[in-house]
């Protein structure tokens, strides 16, 4: 099992910028990737960011590319989000996810471990 704590979510002004955080325990996550999701109201949840931790290789939705930049601290066992430009579009709840399989897909169903999702709120 793994366990995933998300938090760095918040209220910001459009233009603004914000740093999600996920904490991972229980396993290690030498050979996962490790992705971002957002779902706001009434829309399904949408691919953000990933990282496969073995071979550091990213992909990014291309809504959030030059904007959001994904990284991982392989010491603490965390996975960063960097959120710039923040735009109302973006609001939603975030969640980390983990997938046992270093490829990166985009797709939220290849995902075997959720958090709980942090809110963020980008006002215009």
């Known amino acids: 099992q793994v366990q995933l704590v998300e938090s760095g979510g918040g209220l910001v002004q459009a233009g603004g910028s914000l740093r999600l955080s996920c904490v991972a325990s229980?396993?290690?996550?030498?050979?996962?990737?490790m992705g971002w999701f957002r779902q706001a109201p009434e829309k399904e949840r949408e691919f953000v960011a990933a990282?496969?931790?073995?071979?550091?290789?990213?992909a990014y939705a291309d809504s959030v590319k030059g904007r959001f930049t994904i990284s991982r601290d392989n010491n603490q066992s965390t996975v960063y989000l960097q959120m710039n430009s923040l735009k109302p579009e973006d609001t939603g709840v975030y969640y980390c996810?983990?997938?046992?399989?270093?490829?990166?897909?985009?797709?939220?169903?290849?995902?075997?471990?959720w958090g709980q999702g942090t809110q963020v709120t980008v006002s215009s």
């Open positions: 996810a983990a997938d046992i399989n270093p490829l990166i897909y985009k797709s939220s169903g290849h995902y075997d471990y």
């Open positions: 229980g396993r290690t996550l030498s050979s996962y990737t």
């Open positions: 990282v496969s931790w073995s071979s550091g290789r990213t």
